[in-house]
């Protein structure tokens, strides 16, 4: 049954019913001065330096937990036999699929050309980014000795070591870095218009510097346009394939493993389902706080939010799925190890760690996602992307612990228990993540406004010879 929607609420489009993209009574000069003036200005909040202060102060865990970790080695984790692997692999998972929402906003939706995504895209890619970087230093520091971690890269050296290609490991290291790469560019390329908007407004001469040598000489050029336009659409069409490929090649580190709940052809899917599940829902526990404390309900508006609240619906349906379709081959495949791996998995030991994982990735967002009522609801929405993301974290926590504590040697079962430094590294983990994105909506734009300004109604093109609108930078 359709919900009703307010009457008379001017955010609402009476054609369609839809809540609109930006609110109405903006202008060029507007949406330039509400973004640039949250880089240009002199005051900084003092809720920024306090966040900065704790976000800095959980950060400090990683340094703690990481010298320690150098010093002792990674005897100090609960790794043990038969759980070999643990909360590394499972924070190294789970941060990059944090990290895919960036991409799949900026890339696929520019190429489907959907206009929602230009207000939430610039932060989406940011997240990206600073999740990337949480996610790159686990593998590194979970193979033992990190300052030989050059030797994953296939350089010419004398001692004949090349990289194993046959490991997953392995390419692991070329997804992620290819990914990383692309996202980086692509960010950068995004806000060159913008830079240019901020050297000419800025007052200060270390700024204007600063942001000049960022804008690479912009000057808003019909040349400089076509060419900007022609390289965002080509790293598109470069990025698209890396929102499958990379956790594509992150399922394929359980997926090839002769390894019963991990050895299945549905990981793929499954896995890149549950990243952009947990991605959108990570864009959400960002946005919805920065649009409040910054005023920026008229820019990212309920559309948005209800947007992804229906893209999760639609990837946690197949994440769903998944589920299900893990439960019946343990029964349809008529081995008694897989069988036994799934029974183990939800009435073992550790059993309640897989009913939280449906509970907070099934059972509340699919049965809520449907209202839209609750899909506009933003308390609602803040608090649901919280508990999405903790239940993909549980999700890995199921997929690397309950398939290997119990292994076909029941002489050899063991348990898992995660110690101080771990929770230490994952909490820090948190932190640096934090303090990264506070410096990015501080010195940089985190709404593009090239973008914005051209969804404007100015900026249509309407027919009537001489008569036609115009359009012109209404500069202060």
């Known amino acids: 049954m359709a919900t009703k929607v307010p009457i008379n609420d001017p955010m609402i489009d009476p054609r369609t019913g839809e809540y609109a993209v930006i609110a109405p009574g903006h202008n060029f000069k507007s949406v330039t001065q509400k973004i640039a003036s949250i880089v240009l200005t002199s005051n900084t909040p003092l809720g920024w330096f306090f966040g900065l202060l704790v976000a800095g102060g959980v950060a400090t865990l990683v340094v703690i937990s990481v010298t320690w970790l150098f010093l002792k080695g990674v005897g100090i984790w609960g790794v043990t036999m038969p759980g070999a692997w643990g909360f590394a692999i499972i924070n190294f998972v789970w941060w990059i699929g944090i990290g895919h929402a960036g991409t799949l906003i900026s890339a696929i939706l520019l190429l489907f050309k959907q206009t929602w995504r230009n207000s939430i895209n610039r932060f989406a890619e940011a997240m990206t980014i600073f999740a990337v970087v949480c996610a790159g230093m686990f593998p590194l520091i979970h193979v033992g000795r990190p300052w030989l971690g050059y030797w994953l890269f296939p350089y010419p050296n004398t001692m004949n070591v090349w990289p194993q290609w046959r490991s997953p490991l392995a390419w692991d290291v070329f997804a992620v870095s290819t990914y990383a790469t692309i996202s980086v560019v692509f960010w950068y390329i995004g806000m060159i218009p913008d830079f240019g908007t901020l050297r000419d407004r800025a007052t200060l001469p270390l700024a204007r510097y600063f942001y000049g040598i960022l804008s690479m000489g912009w000057r808003g050029s019909t040349r400089h346009w076509i060419r900007y336009e022609t390289a965002s659409l080509l790293l598109a069409g470069l990025s698209t394939p890396l929102v499958l490929s990379v956790h594509t090649v992150i399922s394929f580190d359980f997926a090839v493993a002769a390894l019963a709940g991990w050895h299945t052809t549905i990981f793929p899917p499954y896995f890149v389902a549950g990243a952009v599940y947990s991605g959108f829902a990570m864009v959400l526990t960002l946005a919805i706080p920065i649009r409040k404390w910054y005023h920026m309900e008229d820019l990212v508006t309920l559309r948005h ?81 919280f508990i999405i993301n903790i239940g993909m974290w549980f999700e890995r926590f199921v997929i690397v612990v309950t398939s290997l504590y119990r292994d076909y040697l029941p002489s050899s079962w063991g348990t898992y228990r995660a110690t101080k430094w771990d929770y230490m590294l994952f909490i820090g983990t948190w932190g640096l993540f934090t303090v990264l994105f506070l410096f990015f909506v501080r010195f940089l734009p985190m709404i593009p406004m090239s973008e914005i300004r051209m969804m404007l109604p100015q900026t249509k093109i309407t027919r009537g010879g001489k008569n036609a609108e115009t359009v012109s930078e209404e500069m202060s």
């Open 305 to 385: 939010l209800d947007n992804m609240a229906k893209v999760m619906l639609a990837t946690g349906s197949i994440v769903g799925y998944g589920y299900g379709m893990e439960v019946f081959m343990s029964w349809y495949s008529a081995s008694h190890w897989e069988f036994f791996m799934m029974w183990n998995r939800m009435f073992g030991p550790m059993g309640w760690a897989y009913w939280m994982l449906i509970l907070t990735n099934i059972a509340i967002p699919l049965t809520t996602l449907w209202s839209r009522k609750l899909r506009v609801n933003v308390g609602f929405l803040f608090v649901l992307s």
